[in-house]
């Protein structure tokens, strides 16, 4: 799997691609990130990308030009355009499993007071992470890649996908490890049953109660 990240600042991600489990998918040649400056492809002579809005208003807005140059390089009939907005559609597990099928993602990060409207054209999806305004697209590309690659076959064991949380829609049950008893903690009998029937039946239980539990406090929040 190819991922491409349009950014105007690729020195965000530095971190994110040089560590633990997405540094070793990349090393794996299990996925290809790329980090694109999008300012590479203004026609403006002093790299701008950006303008003032017509009809007035605070802030500049992207244009759509440097980002329409850049797709057009990188686009193929294999690739999938992502606009990172917080007026797009809410990123969810089941997204990530779809984004995984992809072959080549494209994730457009915005920057300043938005984007040209007529940029939406260009994109096959629009994706928010959330209820929230950031400064940026690069945290939610970070996010998304992450959630995508870890599902990449070989990435991580299989044994951890198989039952994680938001599969059939309940959050992951509990775990503990040692030790058995942290200053009055105690680990549920159960665990250290061995009954691995019972420990089954608890960890589904689990499973339901913590979504309930998150459910309500969702509601209040
Ligand atoms: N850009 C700024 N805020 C965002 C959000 N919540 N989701 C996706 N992209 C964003």
Redo the contacts with the bound molecule.
């Keep these: 799997m190819r991922i491409d990240i349009l950014t105007l600042f690729p020195e965000m991600f530095n971190g994110f691609l040089s560590e633990s489990i997405i540094k070793r998918a990349i090393e794996n040649k299990k996925v290809n990130v790329n980090i694109i400056n999008f300012r590479d492809y203004t026609l403006d002579p002093h790299g701008k990308v950006d303008d003032t809005p017509f009809g007035g208003g605070a802030g500049m807005v992207l244009q759509i030009e440097p980002i329409y140059n850049a797709l057009m390089d990188i686009k193929t009939d294999d690739s999938y355009v992502v606009l990172?907005?917080?007026s797009?559609v809410t990123f969810s597990q089941n997204k990530a499993k779809s984004f995984v099928k992809k072959n080549h993602l494209i994730l457009i990060c915005?920057h300043y007071e938005g984007f040209d409207y007529r940029i939406k054209e260009l994109v096959d999806e629009e994706?928010?992470?959330?209820?929230?305004?950031?400064?940026?697209?690069e945290l939610?590309a970070m996010m998304i890649s992450d959630a995508v690659i870890r599902l990449i076959d070989g990435v991580i064991s299989s044994e951890s996908l198989d039952s994680e949380s938001f599969d059939d829609d309940l959050l992951d049950y509990p775990v503990y490890t040692k030790p058995r008893d942290f200053l009055g903690m105690k680990v549920p009998d159960v665990l250290l049953s061995g009954d691995h029937l019972k420990i089954e039946e608890y960890r589904n239980s689990e499973r339901k109660r913590i979504t309930k539990e998150k459910e309500i406090k969702e509601k209040q929040n």
């Design positions: 990172l907005t917080p797009g915005g994706v928010s992470i959330g209820n929230f305004v950031l400064t940026g697209g939610p």
